[in-house]
């Protein structure tokens, strides 16, 4: 790597010594936050037709599984919950 003139241990490249730059990455825009149960609305639908009927039950294991619907029957059985 080429140092600029003057020291400072960045490239000429403007990045420091670990390739990013200074600033950070550009962010995107900021997305809208929906309620668990409108995010998750569809796999929480699933559930139900499946026989888990305890909404708070179904969406804590879909918030814990990130979504997957099969984990979170995988966890609803295992944990006993929610299914009738």
């Given at each position: 790597n080429i140092l600029t003139?003057?020291?400072g241990g960045t490239p000429a490249g403007?990045?420091?010594a670990g390739g990013f730059p200074a600033e950070g990455f550009p962010t995107q825009p900021a997305q809208p936050q929906l309620a668990p149960e409108l995010h998750y609305a569809t796999q929480l639908?699933?559930?139900n037709d499946m026989g888990f009927f305890d909404p708070t039950t179904n969406l804590q294991a879909l918030v814990a599984t990130g979504?997957?619907?099969?984990?979170?029957?995988?966890?609803?059985?295992?944990?006993?919950?929610?299914?009738?």
């Amino acid at each position: 790597n080429i140092l600029t003139p003057g020291g400072g241990g960045t490239p000429a490249g403007g990045f420091p010594a670990g390739g990013f730059p200074a600033e950070g990455f550009p962010t995107q825009p900021a997305q809208p936050q929906l309620a668990p149960e409108l995010h998750y609305a569809t796999q929480l639908g699933l559930l139900n037709d499946m026989g888990f009927f305890d909404p708070t039950t179904n969406l804590q294991a879909l918030v814990a599984t990130g979504g997957n619907v099969n984990a979170a029957v995988e966890r609803l059985l295992g944990g006993g919950g929610g299914f009738q």
